[in-house]
């Protein structure tokens, strides 16, 4: 299915405190129902390639909702012919972006994605976690649970400030597409998908747990694997032989060095003169060796390193890549190959210029939704797929949501207050944006 | 089954020099078909639990040699008894020890035991090998593949030891077991189990790939998993949080400084005061994180220690968790849980007194196959089943065997003329020990 953005035919009326009033209040009185779709998700483990089941979720609450259904499984030979595509390692066998479309009758206002990503990323030994990952317990205000923050409250939020809209009385004049995509944790390759397939609009939302702020500028990531191989040996003569797992550790510190160097460099970019470290190399994960009494002969790590808006990933790599060519030695002076192989994200950043329509819309709605206080943007050293559609459609991308602590880590969680007036700021931007009329 | 000691009726007479001749002319008649059966036991990737298909060849080569059979799987529950079992962490089923016997018609020589184990340990990534390392290549004699030198020459040497024997016409005078014993990589437990069963005699000879040399002294090993946790986070906030890998890292490292005081004390133990670093800690694998961009929580490590003789398993571990359960923090500050448990090895080292009856009648076998050339002793800082014999059941066991390269490396290779002296070596050492008479 393709759509175009087209201009409004008439510009919808300003949106009046009785409306806004009946929005506010709306999104109060399904608020436990949104908990509880919320919870639902949660409930989903829908980490990477097995989203097949939230995403059902996903689609029957969109359909149930009366929206223009789209489902499609993604196409990794199609998506590789995008410079921005991550690199595909997984079968994306049942791998689905969903998306639900609300066309108004005559299209006056503007246009607008509710986008938010389904994947959420490994829980990690769950004995570590106070309670299961997966039971969306809410505690003291908080609702806890993998994804709970990152960012399935965005998900039902998006959803349910629709639902506000309708409970009011109230139509958007402007198209909506809600889209459901997954990947977002490693490739950004669903939020592509649904770009690729055509959907466009004048702006986008993407509820993203970001404390209650505007994400106003972020880095790119590359991820990719590093690889580095010697020459074993019995451990009665190790020292003659070449360990692997030390022999990578020597020249993930070499890497550490370029993130020094990068970090050194943030004066120069603009938004991120005053983040103490914006670029992180993270070591995610390590493999190597056969056997306890071999000295290891291969080790191989899971790395993702982030890049100023500006940089380009070709540059990025470039640089990565030059670096290891030039280590031939670890650090006993043992000859080694270090190679690394492109596994996933190869993003670039961006920074969303300030005072766009949008980013006033959002501004007053978030003033509504927050008893008067102003928005406030900040920039992230992490990935998001705002940038696919700044990037590559020219479209202002709003990441803006709710309030969580430790995402990616144990005991997730989102505060349950900050979604519901998160969700509230929504359904006025939505209002604000498209334009509302009367059902 | 069970066998027991027993002193000779009569001793039988010296070696003449006919008998000598004799048996070093056979040993060289049969060493090109001995080559070709060690080629196959090559063929055979007997690497752990996957030992039957060589342990069939094995069964099937003393069986047609007129040995009385026996062949039992290793019993975990029984093995779990003894002091000196290793730890299991992989199912016996269907790994067995073999044991051929030759009785005499009248036992008037001491007995023997020719130990030998089928095992190998893993072959690593099989494009760094030149050819494959289970196609038993010979070139410029020396004969290639996993286990080539550690130790299918050695187990071939022990049969073709005998059958020179009796291609001279001679049969021995005492009772002989040919051992073909799993695990001896990992745990000791194939070789213990013999002993379990019943199997001792007056002395035991081991062909492991020692440089033509006997070994007088070596280390004992315990092998285990550390294990570090912590908290992961994503990493925009890195620094926050507790990066698992880096983590075990700093924990191998306090384990370096412990393997630096061991190595420190070599000056005090007999055999080992020469040796540049008797001591090795390796860390021989690596596992840890979940996914590219979390800081990773868990990370764990398969270790191997070595302890001098006279250090017990009890007193090495005890250091070794004492010292990690003082670990509370990482190099950053950071809370970290730290804990070890044993995977395999739980081993003593040993040491041969000099100047025993069986040494010496390898002395004289060694001086006759090598051209006269005298027998050197030596200190391995590696892992011996030797010392189930010595510390179990009083048994002088003789280790002793051909040169060999790059055992657990790639391109392992054993030369062909030590295995053929060798084994020349050892047939002379049967005639000498057990004694012989013409058949």
Known sequence: MTTEGTAPATAPGPLT?????????????????????????????????????????????????????????????????????????????????????????????????????????????????????????????????????????????????????????????????????????????????????????????????????????????????????????????????FNAIDALYSVVARLRELEERWNAQKAEHRYFEDLDHPINLNLGKINGGDWGSSVPAWCEADLRIALYPGVSADEAWAEITALLAGITQDAAGNAIQAAATRTGFYAEGYVIEEGSEAEEALRRAHRAAFDGRELQSFTTPGYLDGRIFVQYAGIPALTYGPVSERIHGYDERVELESVRRITKSIALFIAEWCGVEDA
Chains 1, 2 share one sequence.
Not at 107 to 128: A, F, K, T, W, Y
Not at 172 to 187: F, K, M, Q
Not at 212 to 236: C, E, K, Q, S, Y
């Open 17 to 241: 405190q009785d409306r806004r009033e009946r929005i506010l209040q709306a999104v109060d009185a399904a608020f436990d129902e949104q908990i509880r779709f919320t919870q639902e998700l949660v409930r989903h483990p829908s980490v990477r390639t097995r989203e097949a089941g939230a995403q059902d979720l996903m689609y029957e609450a969109m359909q149930s909702r009366g929206l223009e259904m789209d489902r499609w499984e993604l196409d990794p030979e199609e998506l590789a012919t995008h410079h921005g595509a991550g690199v595909v390692e997984v079968s994306y066998e049942g791998v689905d972006t969903v998306v639900g479309t609300y066309s108004p009758d005559v299209e006056r206002g503007r246009s607008l994605i509710l986008n938010g990503h389904i994947d959420v990323v490994p829980e990690g030994p769950e004995e570590q976690w106070e309670r299961s990952p997966w039971d969306a317990a809410i505690k003291d205000g908080w609702l806890y649970g993998r994804g709970a923050g990152d960012m399935k409250a965005g998900l039902a939020a998006n959803l349910f400030a629709l639902d506000a809209l309708r409970a009011a009385g109230l139509k958007p004049a402007g198209r909506i597409h809600v889209e459901s995509v997954p990947e977002e944790e490693c490739t950004g390759n669903g939020t592509l998908s649904a770009l690729m397939r055509g959907y466009t609009a004048d702006a986008v939302l993407i509820p993203e747990p970001e404390e209650d702020m505007l994400v106003r500028a972020n880095v790119g990531v590359i991820w990719f694997r590093l690889r580095v191989a010697g020459n074993p040996t019995h451990p009665r003569e190790m020292k003659s032989g």
